[in-house]
Structures are given as structure tokens and as C-alpha cells.
């Protein structure tokens, strides 16, 4: 069967070229002509739309195994790997994973539970496992400042204190997060609730409710991890993979099913859309489920956003999952993508349904109760300008500074500005927020709910309010960053701290890794 690529393959270049193309783009911003100079040839139209063959059944990833604790911790363990992944049989490609060698299983808790996952570090180098969307103490978030160095562990706890949600887990080293994200270092980690529970939505793992990790590849077919194509947001694989497989079907059972899907590319924003042309019916966003459910023309997710989806089939049909080009994305595909007139669409899954279905019961109106916050209580209002030098404020990450100071408890407003002419994104650790305003009016449905990524278009400003409850630190920085990860690691990050009324924030020596 011949191989369906996204893209020719990519050039493969050393890694002092693309620095050169990236310091080009450091001093003068022109994206284009960095890129013309390091020989990057624009590729014909890229549609895969009919041409995919879904020959592979779709890889559910392994549900993490957990045993608890005499005191009622649940206690996980994820170890760093190195291996090989046959994405195709009898090729393998040098990957990395979490407990084996492509992503790392699912964990599930419940809300209320106190959970530990033992980290350990089986790399020859340092990395991280932050729990992005989760809310937990800033030492526990496996940003940069906990580094898990090479045979080392590290064993974070927390409790489950947020609603159910389609979260994951990822790297976090300062300026390789693309890097060890692109080897396979990815996971979902789900949340329940019993609200969730009460409303009857599909919710047998693997069967009815079913991880969907997309992501764009830079292995060859050739079984060698290439270099990505640079685009301005970052690497670009030239091959789909779903859960790790290429081509990938998913036989289902049941007339509902409940899809989660992840945007874990490092850089590629995808408009997902039914190739039959039915709504996408969407009941959740990065935090947790909206009030009702939405239907729309297609879901956007930029990189490190979630969304579940319900599709309702019907016996024997087989309907396939597809990523349109809308506007809003052509700038984020990047110069690559502009010099074929933006026809990026492709083939993601296809769903095939079996001759006999499980019957669902209706899914309920109401699914949420999302209560709107009090703007007056705004205790401090900040403003983060996004510009083309890939900064924030004028400034590049530096590990050593607190950006902003927050006091616990508080009601805050974040006003985004996109201030470039191309897209980027906002992701902001421990909370989930609201998005109040995009450029002074009310956010579509499918952006009123829970969030904690959010894709900044060009010139607009998104209004986010957020309240951080709890969980206090004078001495450890959360994050906020763009999520096309090769802009975070180029320093498009910021910390904050959350401190006691009054306190000051500092960076403890120590925790401070140089890079
Ligand atoms: Cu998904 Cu700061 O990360
Ligand atoms: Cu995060
Ligand atoms: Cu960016």
C-alpha cells in the first residue's frame, strides 16, 4: 500500500542552518526571506482529502495502571523512554515515550481524589512532565523550574480539584519543549466528576469514548526521524498521525460516541470538520464541558487544545474526521502553506460504524452550569502584547524573572494582544479562564466555556478574566506562554507567582536551571 504524505519529504538540514534562519528571524522579523535563504521549497497544494487509506486500526492509548496508597493517594508512575515506533511495519523510527516508546497512556482520576505520579527520568538527558490545564501547587507543575534530570525521579501530588476535563501531559524543559513533544513525549490524562457521571455521555474508554491525539510527524517513511519543515510557526510534519497510528480507522460499536480530541502538534492548527458535511457537535472545551452542546462547521484547535465531540452514527457508515483550511489557520500553516494558495486539507480518521449499534440515551440539553464571573471584583487588570520578535511585553523568558505577581484569591483580568500580523496563542498554567471579550464583543459558544489555550488571531485582543484560588508560592513560578512550541522555547514565555496578600515574589538559587 502506498504511503499517503501530507508533504514531499522535508529537507533535512543541520541544526547551525536553521539556527542561522532563526537568528535571521530574531533580528529582522522578514519570516520569509529567512526562510528562502535556508532553501525550504514550497511544496505543491496539500489536500489528502480522499486520498488517505485508513488502513490501521486506530491506537487507543494504554490506560495507566494506579495503585492506592494506604492513606487513599493514587499513585501513577510514567518513566521517559527511548525506543523505536514502526509507524509503518518493519520501519522503525527513534521515538520517545512515556512507559513505552510513542505518547504514554491515559490517566484517569476522579475529582476529590489525591493523586501522585512518580516520574522517572530513563533519557540521557533532563526533561519535565507538566499536567497542562491542571490545577495544582506550582512545585507540583512540572514546568521548567522542575527539571528531572537523567535517571532521577520526581514525585508530584496533588488533589483533583477542578471539574471534569480532557487535560494532558507534556515535556517542559526550557527550549527543547518542541523537541522532546516531537519525539513522542505527550499523554491524556482525563478527569470525572460526578456531574459528569450523572449525565449518561459515553464513557467507556477505548469503546465509546476515545482519545484523539493528533499530531503532524516528522518521521520518515523511511523510518528516520527528519528534520521538520520550518513554517513560521514552527515544525511541521509532513504526515498525519492519530494516537501514533498512520491512516488510522476507528470501528465503533455503539450509535454515540464521544471523541477527545488533542491538538498535541507542536505547531500545526487544525480545523477539524466531518467530511460528509454534519455538524460538529461540541460539549467540551479545554477545562471541562459548556453549558450546552454546539454545533458547528468545523472545531479549531491550536496547539494544546482539547475538544471533545459527540458523533451520532448509523449502522454500517463510515463517516472520516477531516482538517479543513479556514482563514483564520492559513497563517499559522506558515509561509510554507501561503505559497501553495492555502489548500491545506486533510484526512485525519475515519469512524466506521458496525452493522449493529448500541443504542445511546438522549444526551442531555443542559450539560454544565457555568456561572459568569462578577467583572467587579477584578482585582488587577494586565496587559500581555504578543509581538514578532516572539516576546511578550517587549521581553523574552527569563528564567530568573518573575514576570507578574499575583495575590492569591483574586479575581484578575488579562487583556492578549495579538499585536503581530500572524497567529499565535495563550496558555496560561494552574487556572482555567474565561475569555470575557475578543476585541470588545462577546466570544462565540464554542470560546464561552472553561479554557486554558487560546488561538490569537492576528491584531485582536482577547479579554480573559481568571480566578487563582489558592495554592499560594512566593518562590516557584507557573508559566504563561504562546503554545506553538517553538516560539515558547525562542522565549515567548513569562512566570508569574501566586503569593499571600503582600508577599514578594522571588525565584529560589536552585531551582534556577540555566539552559
Ligand atoms: Cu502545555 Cu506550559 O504548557
Ligand atoms: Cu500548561
Ligand atoms: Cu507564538
Known sequence: MPVTRLRPPPLRRPRAVLGTALAAIAAGGLVAIAFAGCGVVGPGPISTVGKVDFDTPLAIPPLAESTVDADGTRVFSLDAQAGTTEFTPGEPSATWGFNGNYLGPTL????????????????????????????????????????????????????????????????HPHGETEDHVARGLAGMFILHDEHERSLGLPSEYGVDDVPVIVQDSGFSAEGEQESKQRGYAGGLGDELIVNGTRGPYLE??????????????????????????????????????????????????????????????????????????????????????????????????????????????????????????????????????????????????????????????????????NATSLPHSFHVHDVQFRIASIDGAAPPAELAGWKDTIFTEPEKKYELLMRFEDYSDPDTPYMYHCHLLWHEDQGMMGQFAVVEPGQRATITEGTHHEH
Open 108 to 171: 484517569v482520576a476522579e475529582r476529590g481524589e489525591h493523586v501522585r505520579v512518580d516520574v522517572a527520568n530513563s533519557l540521557d538527558e533532563p526533561t519535565t512532565v507538566h499536567w497542562h490545564g491542571m490545577h495544582l501547587p506550582a512545585e507540583m507543575d512540572g514546568g521548567p523550574h522542575q527539571m528531572v534530570a537523567p535517571d532521577a525521579s520526581w514525585s508530584p501530588e496533588w488533589d483533583i480539584d477542578q471539574q471534569a476535563a480532557t487535560l494532558w501531559y507534556h515535556p
Open 252 to 417: 465503533v460499536s455503539d450509535e454515540l460516541v464521544r471523541l477527545r480530541l488533542l491538538n498535541a502538534s507542536t505547531a500545526r492548527t487544525y480545523a477539524f470538520t466531518w467530511g460528509d458535511a454534519r455538524p460538529v457537535e461540541l460539549i467540551a472545551t479545554d477545562g471541562g464541558l459548556l453549558e450546552a452542546s454546539v454545533s458547528l462547521d468545523h472545531v479549531r484547535l491550536s496547539p494544546g487544545e482539547r475538544a471533545e465531540v459527540l458523533v451520532r452514527v448509523t449502522p454500517g457508515e463510515r463517516v472520516v474526521l477531516q482538517s479543513k483550511m479556514t482563514p483564520e489557520i492559513a497563517g499559522l500553516v506558515g509561509p510554507v502553506a501561503d505559497t501553495n494558495g492555502g489548500s491545506d486539507a486533510f484526512d485525519v480518521l475515519e469512524v466506521r460504524a458496525a452493522e449493529t449499534l448500541d443504542p445511546a440515551p438522549p444526551v442531555p440539553a443542559a450539560l454544565n452550569t457555568i456561572d459568569d464571573f462578577d467583572e467587579s471584583e477584578v482585582a488587577m487588570t494586565r496587559n500581555f502584547t504578543l509581538n514578532d520578535s516572539f516576546e511578550i511585553n517587549g521581553e523574552a523568558m527569563d528564567m530568573g524573572r518573575i514576570d507578574e505577581t499575583v495575590t492569591v484569591d483574586t479575581l484578575e483580568r488579562w487583556i492578549v494582544d
